[in-house]
């Protein structure tokens, strides 16, 4: 399985600033995909960062709110921009395996506050 | 609408026992994946079945799979404190969703000793 690490592993903003999470991983990609988990609810899919292209976002989920970077196969940034207590989240990154079986792995989560 | 609800929403059991999760989704998947989440953190990836599998075991681990129902069930035999968690089913649709999961609601399972 991939070893995926995040920065920073939490952290308390106030209203109407950004911040900006990294994900890492000790292989080479194709796809990262970010993820958000509200308090007490399930994981939602924000949007797949591609290497060398626009990340693809999901229904509900702009650009302008979550920009992502992926400057290379290992690493790629989720900003979440302008931010309100709604924003109050774990925000997850994830890759597939290296095997066959189309594993999903995620990284240890960005615990997020705003106040 | 999101696929893969699960049910119970929380379970608790002696230590032990055996629990079972199920979980259910609404269109075709590739594969269906579980995990276990520990207070908040990450997840951890447990045991994928593939959509032509009926059953697959992992230790203690044994997950069924159900097409024509789109139902899948988790158990987990002899369970331990340790095993206190919450356990999510996320489907794969593959092809061009490949990679993309949606996830169940969650099953909050608490062990007691």
């Known amino acids: 399985s991939a070893v995926i690490s995040q920065k920073p592993s939490r952290d308390i903003c106030q209203r109407g600033t950004s911040l900006t999470i990294q994900c890492q991983v000790d292989?080479?990609?194709?796809?990262m995909f970010w993820y958000r988990q509200q308090p007490g609810q399930s994981l939602t899919l924000i949007a797949t960062?591609?290497?060398?292209?626009?990340?693809?976002?999901e229904s509900g989920f702009v650009i302008d709110k979550f920009p992502i970077s992926r400057p290379n196969l290992t690493f790629s940034t989720l900003t979440v921009s302008n931010m309100s207590p709604e924003d109050s989240s774990i925000y997850l990154c994830?890759?597939?395996?290296?095997?066959?079986?189309?594993?999903?792995?995620f990284g240890p989560g960005t615990r997020l506050t705003v106040l | 609408s999101q696929q893969g609800e699960e049910d119970p929403q929380a379970l608790s059991i002696q230590e032990g026992e055996n629990a079972t999760m199920n979980c259910s989704y609404k269109?075709?998947?590739?594969?269906l994946q579980w995990y276990r989440q520990n207070s908040g953190r990450g997840l951890v990836h447990l045991i994928l079945?593939?959509?032509?599998?009926r059953e697959k075991h992992s230790g203690r681990l044994r997950v069924t799979l159900d097409t024509s129902k789109k139902s899948s069930s988790l158990l987990i035999t002899a369970s331990r404190a340790a095993d206190t968690a919450s356990y999510f089913c996320?489907?794969?649709?593959?092809?061009?969703?490949?990679?993309?999961?949606?996830f169940g609601q969650g099953t909050i399972l608490t062990v007691h000793p």
């Open positions: 994830s890759v597939p395996g290296q095997g066959q079986l189309n594993e999903q792995f």
């Open positions: 292989s080479q990609v194709t796809m």
């Open positions: 960062a591609n290497q060398g292209s626009e990340a693809t976002y």
């Open positions: 269109t075709s998947i590739n594969n």
């Open positions: 079945i593939r959509s032509n599998e």
């Open positions: 996320a489907a794969n649709a593959g092809g061009t969703s490949y990679g993309k999961l949606t």
